[in-house]
């Protein structure tokens, strides 16, 4: 079995994929603030449904969130890159359709 190399995606990476305003939310978004801060725990809970830990909630707000959220994302673009340069020609076109099927500007970033 071959180990796969992966890498945090960076946030440049991360914003291809989703809007300024839920990057900057997740960048900044910790227990502590999401207390603290009504407006960032409002614009969290009402258009994401982020909550805290233990409030049964499936998308908590935790300590370093954004390190995670890097971390995941980069081990899912190594992957589908190593899936994909595996293949050739249509195979890879096919691949990549079946990956990502609304994200066609995601080519490239592999």
Same mark, same amino acid.
């Given at each position: 079995?071959?180990?796969? $190399?992966? $890498?945090?995606?960076?946030?440049?990476?991360? $914003?291809? @994929?989703? /809007? *300024?305003?839920?990057?900057?939310?997740? =960048?900044?978004?910790?227990?502590?603030?999401?207390?603290? !801060?009504?407006?960032? =725990?409002?614009?969290?809970?009402? !258009?994401? #449904?982020?909550?805290? /830990? #233990?409030? !049964?909630? !499936? &998308? *908590?707000?935790?300590?370093?969130?954004?390190?995670? &959220?890097?971390?995941?994302?980069?081990?899912? /673009?190594?992957?589908?890159?190593?899936?994909?340069?595996?293949?050739?020609?249509?195979?890879?076109? $096919?691949?990549?359709? @079946?990956?990502?099927? @609304?994200?066609?500007?995601?080519?490239?970033?592999?």
């Amino acid at each position: 079995m071959r180990r796969l $190399r992966t $890498r945090p995606t960076t946030e440049a990476e991360i $914003r291809r @994929f989703h /809007l *300024p305003e839920y990057v900057n939310l997740i =960048r900044n978004l910790t227990p502590k603030s999401y207390t603290n !801060d009504v407006v960032l =725990r409002q614009k969290a809970e009402d !258009d994401h #449904g982020i909550g805290l /830990l #233990g409030d !049964d909630n !499936d &998308c *908590p707000a935790f300590d370093r969130l954004w390190k995670y &959220c890097r971390g995941y994302a980069g081990g899912s /673009l190594a992957a589908a890159r190593t899936l994909v340069n595996g293949a050739s020609g249509s195979h890879r076109r $096919r691949i990549v359709m @079946f990956l990502f099927p @609304f994200r066609s500007h995601i080519a490239p970033m592999l």
